[in-house]
Structures are given as C-alpha cells and as structure tokens.
T-cell receptor
Framework: NAGVTQTPKFQVLKTGQSMTLQCAQDMNHNSMYWYRQDPGMGLRLIYYSASEGTTDKGEVPNGYNVSRLNKREFSLRLESAAPSQTSVYFC??????????????FGPGTRLTVL | AQTVTQSQPEMSVQEAETVTLSCTYDTSESDYYLFWYKQPPSRQMILVIRQEAYKQQNATENRFSVNFQKAAKSFSLKISDSQLGDAAMYFCAYRSARRDDKIIFGKGTRLHILP
C-alpha cells in the first residue's frame, strides 16, 4: 500500500497563476483533508471531505477550492495564487466518521512557493 | 471552540535522557481523543501515540508514554532514553468523539537531541 500520495512535491508559481494539488489514498478511507503548515502556526485545516460527494470548509478556506473526485482522490485548487499562499500543503485521510480514534494518515506534503 | 496549546516552542535533551513535552487543551466535551504526532525533517507526519478520554490508563508505545490528566485538561508526552532519531517537531492534537472528525493541532514543539 502506498498510503496517501501527493503530487507535486514542489511547485513554484507566479502571482495570479492557478494550479491543482492532487491527493490520492489507497486505504479505502471515507474522510480526506487538506491542511497548510506555516512556521509557528501548526497545521490549519483548509477543507475536508467526510465522505465521497461532500466537502466542507475548514479554518482557512479563502482562496482555495476542492473536489472530491471519487473515494480515493481529493484535489485542492488555487485559482489565482497569492504570496500569502506560500506554504507546505498536506493531504490526509482517515477511516471515519463513526470510527474509533479515526486517526489521520498524512501524505508527504507539497512545498508551494508563490512569487 | 476547542483549542490545543503547546507552551514550549523548542526543547533540548541530552541523548539517552528523558524529556517531557507539554500540551493542554480546552474543551467542554467529555468524550474525545488525543494524539501526539511527530514530524521529522523529512516533513512526514507520523502518529506517535493516542489516547481515548474515557480511558484512565495512560497510553504507552515503547519509549513513548503520556500523562493524561483529564480534569486538568493536560496531555504531556514523555520520551525515555532519547535517541538522535527523536529529533523532530511534535504536535499535540485533539479530536471530538462526535460525528465531526476534524482534528485540532497545537502549534508544535521542536525537540533537539544533544549527542
């Protein structure tokens, strides 16, 4: 099992460009998440999907859109990138909901720089 | 709203010694889960240990153990016999046992291991 995979691992964008971060999991998990990690801020939830066909905003959704393409895949789109979106982005998945612990499994992260 | 606080941004410990990382949380709920995640320089988020709030017994995983004080809303991580590979950022995290399975992360503690 590959677990949670993310592409790309690194990306540099210019202000105003768009891009999509891809995430896939092969653990048959129901829930998937997108986080951003900034120095001194921990991980902040951007969007999550509790099950296929549903998505909900997290703590910092502005400037992002998501698509739960199927049970395996959950993509994050930046329509018009801004320097404030320079960050490391993590995708995660969990068995949930209604599953004990429902711990999250993380992908390796994408380092995004917006110039 | 629930919050997770890690009051020690950085800590250092001598190799083979014991170190304790602090975490406090704020919640009005009685049923929840707590986690410690490790993030080494590779950026990969790794689950270290987890605890269910209704369990009075503290969780242990090899050299890692927790001191869970429910009344004080405290969840500290003890690392015994510290090894160089323990050097990482450590995140404390909280998840409600309700249907909403979002995880709330603290801002992290960077642990340095001194040879």
């Amino acid at each position: 099992n590959a677990g949670v995979t993310q592409t790309p691992k690194f990306q540099v964008l210019k202000t105003g460009q768009s891009m999509t971060l891809q995430c896939a999991q092969d653990m048959n998990h129901n829930s998937m998440y997108w986080y951003r990690q900034d120095p001194g801020m921990g991980l902040r939830l951007i969007y999550y999907s509790a099950s296929e066909g549903t998505t909900d905003k997290g703590e910092v959704p502005n400037g992002y859109n998501v698509s739960r393409l199927n049970k395996r895949e959950f993509s994050l789109r930046l329509e018009s990138a801004a320097p404030s979106q320079t960050s490391v982005y993590f995708c995660a998945s969990s068995p949930g909901p209604f599953i004990s612990y429902n711990e999250q499994f993380f992908g390796p992260g994408t380092r995004l720089t917006v110039l | 709203a629930q919050t997770v606080t890690q009051s020690q941004p950085e800590m250092s410990v001598q190799e083979a010694e014991t170190v304790t990382l602090s975490c406090t949380y704020d919640t009005s709920e009685s049923d929840y889960y707590l986690f410690w995640y490790k993030q080494p320089p590779s950026r990969q988020m790794i689950l270290v240990i987890r605890q269910e709030a209704y369990k009075q017994q503290n969780a242990t995983e090899n050299r890692f153990s927790v001191n869970f004080q429910k009344a004080a809303k405290s969840f500290s991580l003890k690392i015994s016999d510290s090894q160089l590979g323990d050097a990482a950022m450590y995140f404390c995290a909280y998840r409600s046992a309700r249907r909403d399975d979002k995880i709330i992360f603290g801002k992290g503690t960077r642990l340095h291991i001194l040879p």
